[in-house]
Each structure stands twice: as structure tokens, then as C-alpha cells.
């Protein structure tokens, strides 16, 4: 007996001892920046088409109640062809523009301005890829890249009809949008343009430099950028035309650039069939980042040119692969997506903070494509599945959208860890959103206890309500539900009670006084979870 009491005795000590504990303190009374949002933006190569389908009205709909994405991107605005994935059945493109068995053009930009109208109805905005061309622009065939994207790649077949498809297209927008409301979109020149070959890059700056000039010919507030690559020295070529070359147009130096979008995955699609196994990591985003930092700064003059990733994701490759074929992709139905994104928020505010290199938007390359096609959690990149069922990394959007207008100073541990704190405020009120997430986790069973100290609140009340709402294996965690029912059919039955499951309601709800304008809450946080705190003053 004395044994067996001594054995338990040490194994309650060493739980004691290996229990992790971290502390924050949260200056109520420092703001450190404006909470931008940045990363409410997502793109696919469909929305053309699937925006104007019931599944993504319902996602723009929820998208906008619940203020998690302000911003569009598509590719194929020019192009004619039904291309990509099988599923798609039919036209993807934009279908701007066709030609006649007599050589006549025909214009017809309904296809753009009725999903552009989608977004701008519900406050939202489109970021407007001038992309590809249409059948029979392009001087050169097509071929795919590394990514296994169809690239339309070298100059048009006539620089005169190219420029006059701009220049309609343009007057179509401004007529049917007018030109203060298209001063709060972006316009970009293409989309991952590495795949060109190299003796082929004169085009492609003298295609930045056309379409450029042209946008800005129109408006010269109307925001232009490029290029949409994932190669750095791309990158720098690139940037070494808009700041040191003549311009093909203007026949001076360098070109307009309000932003410069770039791409960036935690892994390619194409490594899933090589061993040893890769688990995407938010420490290549921040390593990627801080080499385009270096690269951006030796260009004075894009001091002050925003920096887009307007495409990121987990994996890339999101229409060609699944879990049926890849088990590991389960990370994209799963709360690893969502964490991931909370830690990449939190690590990309730190690079603003420590490097003065801000992200001012962050574009997630997934929509809501599986919720039309089924099957119910295909292992794709959509945010929803069948039957418009939230994703765990569109309620993980719907959590930081939660956040208020400013940061806040936070003393603690250090920025990329397996635990993070943001910390945000309004009038009178509080958002605190804690995550523990490792990317390599395999002991689901230890928690870490969390103290957060809440000083100089200049509350007007007495006491403060508290809110927690959780994401985690077993709240709030449509994946882990349906896996849980057995992985059953998309039933109505199922789809219900998994909406259900997504609904963020609050998780706990409790009063504490103030106390010196301060107050503590002590939290314990399991691995792969995150908790979003409100704090609102109450009346008395």
C-alpha cells in the first residue's frame, strides 16, 4: 500500500513539475496599432462562376454578418476557356471578350459585373487580376508551371487589341461601378507570372507597364500592383523594372506600384508523394517575410508601397488532391488550419511591429467550392464543406473578427511560440485571443496554465462581464463532430446538426470586479485550442 501511495504521489509531482504556465500582462492603457483586419480576404479560380450559385451567395452573406472577408480575388478575368477542375462544369472565366468566325470582337463583361455587383452590394471588394488572355491573345502557348498551373505565358498577339480589351474594360467599370467606389478596389497585372521563361520577362514589364498606365490613365487614385509571384529573385527582377527601368509607355523611369502581392504556401502540393512527411510550419511564413523585407528595403521609393500575400494556405494544389488519396491533408478540415491562421495573425503583427514591414493584406486561396460539390470534408481548401457547413478555419475568421479597432501592449513570452496572446480594445471593453499551438504537437493531454493580468482599464463600471468562446477538438469544431458521428453522408440531418456546432456561441459567461483598474484571469488551455476573451464594462 505504501508503495503503491508513494507511485501516485510521484506521479502527481511530476505532473506538477512538467505543467507549462505562461504569464501576460495586457496595458490596457498603450496602444500599439491599429487592428487593420488584413486578413480578411480570400480567392479562388472559380468565383466567377461559383459566386453566383446559392452555396456562395451563403457564404458572402454569412461573410458579411459576420464581417470576416473584405476582399475577392479570381483568376481568369479575360480568359474564354472551361478550364480546371472537372467538377467545375463549365465556364470558370470571365468571357469578356469573343471573336467571330469573321474575325469581329465582341465585348461582354456581364459575367464580371454580375459577380463584382455581389460584392460590392454587401460592402465588399473586388481585387481585379487582369488575366489571362483571351482565346487567341496569346503569341505563345500555353504550358504549366511548378504549381501545375495552366500559364498563359509572353506577349499578346497584338499590343493594339490588347490595349484596346483594357480600355473597354475599364470604361465598362466605371460606368457600371463609377470611379469612387473603384478607388477601394486593387487592380493587379496577373497572376503568378514565374513560369514565363526568362527571355520572356521584357513582355511581361512591358505587360505591367500597359496595364498599369492604362489603369491609372483612368484614375490616378485607382490602385495598381503586381506581380502575384512565389519566386523571390522573380520578385526582384520585378521590382527592379518599376523602380530603375524605362518604362515602355511613358519612355521614363519606373512605373506606378501601390502594392506588391506575393505568394506564399507552407508547403506545395506537390511534395505529399515524397517522403520523409513535411508539416506546414507558420515559421516559413515569417522566414519568407523577412526576406522580402530585406529585398523591399533596398527600394526607397517603396517605402510606402503595401505588401500583399494574396495567396497563402497550408498546402497548395487544393482542386487536385485530397484526403482520400493524402490522409495528411486532414489538416485542412481540422483545427490545425484554424490555429494556423491565428498564429500567422499574430506572428505577421510582430514582423509590423519589430521590422516596420507591415502585411496589409493576407488573402486565404480557398472559398467554398466542396460545400457544392461534396463530398462532406474532402480534405480541399474551401473554408466550407457540404451543405455550407463552416470549416473549424472559418469559425477560427469568425473569432478574430471579434477582435476590436486597436492593439494593445502585451509583456510576456516571446511572439512565435507554442502560445500567443492578442490583445485588442474598444470603449469599455476588452478582446484578449490566447491560442497554444505547435505545429509538430503529438502529446494532446497537457494543458497550460495561462495567467493574464489586464492593467489600467479606465472602465467606467465597477465590474467587468466576461465572455469565453472556444475553438478546439471539442467546441466549436465542425470536423471533430462529424468525425465523432462516425463520418457519416451529408445528410440533412448532419448538415443541421453541424451548423449547429459551428454557431459561436459563448462557451462561458461570468462577472469580476474591478480591482485597482485591473483584473487577472487565470485560464487553462489545451494543445491546438484557442479561447477568445471579451471583457465589457457593465453599468454599475
Given at each position: 500500500m505504501n508503495k503503491l501511495i508513494s507511485t501516485i504521489l510521484l506521479i502527481v509531482i511530476s505532473l506538477q513539475v512538467t505543467r507549462a504556465q505562461v504569464n501576460y500582462t495586457v496595458d490596457y492603457s498603450k496602444t500599439i496599432g491599429k487592428n487593420t483586419g488584413f486578413w480578411k480576404a480570400c480567392g479562388y479560380d472559380f468565383l466567377f462562376k461559383i459566386v453566383n450559385e446559392p452555396e456562395g451567395l451563403t457564404f458572402?452573406?454569412?461573410?458579411?454578418?459576420?464581417?470576416?472577408?473584405?476582399?475577392?480575388?479570381?483568376?481568369?478575368?479575360?480568359?474564354?476557356?472551361?478550364?480546371?477542375?472537372?467538377?467545375?462544369?463549365?465556364?470558370?472565366?470571365?468571357?469578356?471578350?469573343?471573336?467571330?468566325?469573321?474575325?469581329?470582337?465582341?465585348?461582354?463583361?456581364?459575367?464580371?459585373?454580375?459577380?463584382?455587383?455581389?460584392y460590392v452590394k454587401r460592402g465588399m471588394k473586388p481585387i481585379v487580376e487582369f488575366d489571362f488572355y483571351p482565346d487567341g491573345f496569346n503569341a505563345k502557348s500555353s504550358k504549366s508551371n511548378d504549381e501545375s498551373f495552366e500559364s498563359k505565358e509572353g506577349p499578346p498577339v497584338s499590343?493594339?487589341?490588347?490595349?484596346?480589351?483594357?480600355?473597354?474594360?475599364?470604361?465598362?467599370?466605371?460606368?457600371?461601378?463609377?470611379?469612387?467606389?473603384?478607388?477601394?478596389?486593387?487592380?493587379?497585372?496577373?497572376?503568378?507570372?514565374d513560369g514565363w521563361d526568362r527571355e520572356l520577362l521584357p513582355d511581361f514589364f512591358k505587360l505591367y507597364d500597359v496595364f498599369s498606365h492604362t489603369v491609372k490613365s483612368y484614375n490616378t487614385?485607382?490602385?495598381?500592383?503586381?506581380?502575384?509571384?512565389?519566386?523571390?529573385?522573380?520578385?526582384?527582377d520585378f521590382l527592379n523594372h518599376v523602380t530603375l527601368d524605362t518604362n515602355y509607355v511613358t519612355k521614363r523611369v519606373g512605373a506606378p506600384i501601390d502594392f506588391i502581392s506575393y505568394h506564399i504556401y507552407g508547403m506545395s502540393g506537390s511534395w505529399l508523394e515524397k517522403a520523409p512527411e513535411l508539416t506546414p510550419m507558420v515559421q516559413k511564413f515569417t522566414?519568407?517575410?523577412?526576406?522580402?523585407?530585406?529585398?523591399?528595403?533596398?527600394?526607397?521609393?517603396?517605402?510606402?508601397?503595401?505588401?500583399?500575400?494574396?495567396e497563402?494556405?497550408?498546402?497548395?494544389?487544393?482542386?487536385?488532391?485530397?484526403?482520400?488519396?493524402?490522409?495528411?491533408?486532414?489538416?485542412?478540415?481540422?483545427?490545425?488550419?484554424?490555429?494556423?491562421?491565428?498564429?500567422?495573425?499574430?506572428?505577421l503583427y510582430?514582423?509590423?511591429?519589430?521590422?516596420?514591414?507591415?502585411?496589409?493584406?493576407?488573402?486565404?486561396?480557398?472559398?467554398?467550392?466542396?460545400?457544392?460539390?461534396?463530398?462532406?470534408?474532402?480534405?480541399?481548401?474551401?473554408?466550407?464543406?457540404?451543405?455550407?457547413?463552416?470549416?473549424?478555419?472559418?469559425?477560427?475568421?469568425?473569432?478574430?473578427?471579434?477582435?476590436?479597432?486597436?492593439?494593445?501592449?502585451?509583456?510576456?513570452?516571446?511572439?512565435?511560440?507554442t502560445i500567443g496572446l492578442l490583445a485588442t480594445k474598444g470603449k469599455n471593453e476588452c478582446q484578449l485571443l490566447i491560442y497554444n499551438f505547435n505545429e509538430y504537437e503529438n502529446n494532446f493531454n497537457q494543458s497550460?496554465?495561462?495567467?493574464?493580468?489586464?492593467?489600467?482599464?479606465?472602465?467606467?463600471?465597477?465590474?467587468?462581464?466576461?465572455?469565453?468562446?472556444w475553438l478546439s477538438k471539442t467546441q466549436h469544431n465542425t470536423y471533430r463532430e462529424w468525425e465523432q458521428m462516425g463520418k457519416p453522408q451529408a445528410s440533412a440531418n448532419v448538415i443541421e446538426k453541424l451548423k449547429k456546432t459551428a454557431e459561436l456561441n459563448p462557451d462561458k459567461q461570468f462577472t469580476q470586479p474591478l480591482s485597482n483598474n485591473k483584473i487577472n484571469i487565470d485560464i487553462d488551455i489545451m494543445p491546438h485550442s484557442m479561447c477568445l476573451i471579451t471583457i465589457v464594462t457593465t453599468k454599475n
Open positions: 458572402l452573406d454569412r461573410a458579411q454578418k459576420y464581417n470576416t472577408v473584405k476582399y475577392f480575388r479570381t483568376h481568369n478575368t479575360f480568359s474564354n476557356r472551361s478550364v480546371g477542375d472537372k467538377k467545375a462544369k463549365g465556364s470558370i472565366c470571365g468571357k469578356v471578350l469573343t471573336v467571330d468566325e469573321k474575325g469581329k470582337y465582341h465585348y461582354d463583361f456581364s459575367i464580371v459585373n454580375k459577380t463584382f455587383r455581389e499590343w493594339e487589341k490588347w490595349q484596346e480589351l483594357l480600355d473597354k474594360f475599364m470604361q465598362n467599370l466605371i460606368k457600371e461601378f463609377g470611379v469612387d467606389e473603384m478607388k477601394t478596389w486593387y487592380f493587379e497585372v496577373w497572376n503568378e507570372p487614385d485607382f490602385k495598381v500592383g503586381g506581380p502575384g509571384c512565389f519566386n523571390i529573385s522573380f520578385l526582384k522566414n519568407d517575410m523577412l526576406l522580402v523585407e530585406r529585398l523591399v528595403s533596398k527600394y526607397p521609393s517603396l517605402k510606402n508601397t503595401e505588401f500583399h500575400i494574396n497563402w494556405g497550408l498546402c497548395s494544389h487544393g482542386d487536385s488532391k485530397f484526403v482520400t488519396e493524402f490522409p495528411q491533408l486532414e489538416f485542412r478540415n481540422s483545427e490545425v488550419s484554424a490555429l494556423f491562421l491565428a498564429k500567422l495573425v499574430d506572428c510582430a514582423i509590423d511591429d519589430n521590422y516596420k514591414f507591415k502585411t496589409s493584406l493576407l488573402l486565404y486561396w480557398g472559398a467554398w467550392f466542396n460545400a457544392a460539390t461534396g463530398p462532406i470534408f474532402w480534405g480541399s481548401r474551401d473554408l466550407m464543406t457540404s451543405g455550407c457547413v463552416p470549416k473549424p478555419i472559418l469559425t477560427s475568421y469568425e473569432m478574430l473578427a471579434l477582435l476590436g479597432n486597436d492593439r494593445l501592449k502585451i509583456t510576456g513570452p516571446k511572439t512565435g511560440g497550460t496554465k495561462a495567467q493574464i493580468s489586464v492593467d489600467n482599464l479606465d472602465f467606467t463600471g465597477k465590474q467587468v462581464n466576461i465572455t469565453e468562446y
